[in-house]
């Protein structure tokens, strides 16, 4: 039986948005593929779409106003730093953070390599113990692993709770009585779970490293893109996230880190930009987030960002997380009462993000992503740099469906109709 709209319980949920004015800034939505098959993006835990905005801002920088910037006087090079310096004003201002406390890097991963590199290999030694999760990206995990093998420290890995999908906090009570550093992610790319981080680091903070608080690093990829983050509200350390899963370009993310711990970091990358005074003796460096930006900086990319969260700063982003997670809830009913599909997740929780992971019993992930393809749906396959996560899960990856703010209610029927006729068809 074909799913459709009048079935759907959640509708009225998605309403709060105006979905053909949203889709209307998207360009690339108005594609079509080869055989004029309508594209229905559906990889944006991956990457998201990016609205003209962000495109016309990146475009104008090059256009008007390109310059290196701090560096020259000439007029170019004043409205490229101005405008540079706008831009981390602006995309600090939207996480509710003082501009000094953004590093600018070029995503998740190097935000997370930058605590690594430059707060823990300055601050953590043999006998600290960093605590993190089974639900980890591999860019939280790699970086913890190579500073055991330089520094001795401990890693411990909380797992996760097979009945519930969801971490288990009481493991978590216990490990963290000694750590130094909690490293967790916000919500996971695989499972969409988003893990209780207001408790995670009140309970870091007051028993973390026997009763004198723990560090916290929180990856927040996916959780920007559907939930308004307050950094100095969190009460956490670090806090990593990349713009292109926001609406922004690729290759540009940030750290966000207190004044305080800040000023306890080492930088990692060394050059221009990132240096006070250099002489043949030694060099001293640049405070603040400077301190750590070292050689060109992504200079249209923070254009583009800044265009983004201004873009998203007209939508209410509770708004905008029950329509993702009704979309996702809603598809995983469905999928569920097709034969042989087994869903990852708890899509009963409103918490939950837009991530919907599935499998089916004899189609393999990849030739199940193929085959949507086909239909014009773009999903993404793989083990979703979760290997740990795959392994806890008892598989060795997933397919994904992962919804954003423009897809909309007839895109979730017409992929689960059109799952069901590859099942029926392949099985």
């Known amino acids: 039986m074909e799913a459709r709209i009048e079935d759907k319980a959640l509708l009225p949920s998605t309403m709060a948005l105006n979905l053909n004015t949203i889709r ?7 594609r079509r593929l080869e055989g004029e098959r309508k594209l229905v993006y559906l990889d944006n835990a991956a990457t998201t779409q990016k609205p003209q905005v962000v495109i016309d801002a990146m475009n104008d920088y090059y256009a008007n106003t390109n310059a290196n910037v701090h560096r020259a006087v000439h007029t170019l090079a004043g409205e490229a730093t101005e405008g540079y310096e706008a831009s981390r004003t602006g995309i600090a201002a939207y996480f509710g ?46 970086p913890w692993q190579i500073l055991s093998k330089e520094c001795g420290i401990e890693i411990r890995y909380v797992p996760l709770d097979r009945e ?49 608080g723990a560090h916290v690093m929180l990856d927040a990829a996916q959780a920007a893109p559907h939930e308004r983050i307050d950094f100095p509200e969190l009460g ?4 990593a996230l990349s713009a292109h899963k926001m609406g922004g370009p690729t290759g540009i993310g940030a750290l966000f880190t207190t004044t305080d711990t800040m000023e306890t970091m080492k930088p990692f990358i060394s050059g221009g930009d990132m240096i006070e005074t250099v002489t043949l003796e030694g060099s ?21 960002w800044h265009a983004a969260v201004q873009w998203l700063d007209q939508h209410n982003m509770e708004d905008v997380h029950a329509h993702i997670s009704s979309l996702a809830r809603w598809t995983a009913k469905q999928m569920r009462d097709i034969p042989g599909i087994r869903i990852y997740g708890r899509h009963d929780l409103e918490t939950t993000s837009g991530v919907v992971s599935f499998l089916h019993e004899m189609i393999h992930a990849e030739d199940l992503a193929h085959l949507m393809d086909a239909g014009g749906f773009a999903v993404r396959t793989g083990h979703h740099c979760a290997q740990p996560l795959m392994e806890a899960l008892g598989v060795s990856s997933t397919a994904r469906a992962s919804f954003w703010i423009y897809n909309t209610m007839e895109e979730a029927e017409a992929f689960v109709n059109h799952l069901r006729g590859v099942v029926e068809r392949f099985s």
């Not at 956490?236 to 806090?239: I, N, P």
Request: charged share 25%.
């Open 24 to 30: 209307a800034d998207f360009p690339i939505l108005s």
């Open 97 to 142: 953070a003082p501009r000094d406390n953004l590093i600018f890097t070029s995503g998740t991963t190097e935000a997370i390599n930058l605590v690594a590199y430059g707060w823990a290999r300055a601050n953590l030694g043999k006998g600290d113990v960093v605590l993190t999760t089974e639900m980890e990206h591999h860019a939280d995990i790699v």
């Open 164 to 212: 519930t999908m969801t971490l288990d906090m009481e493991a978590f009570e216990i490990a963290v009585e000694d750590a130094s550093l909690v490293c967790v992610v916000h919500t996971s790319n695989v499972l969409g779970v988003r893990n209780d981080v207001e408790r995670i680091i009140q309970l870091a903070k007051s028993r973390g490293k026997g009763g004198e």
């Open 236 to 239: 956490c350390d670090f806090l």
């Open 284 to 304: 001293t460096y640049q405070k603040g987030p400077h301190k750590f930006e070292a050689g060109t900086p992504r200079i249209a990319e923070a254009f583009g």
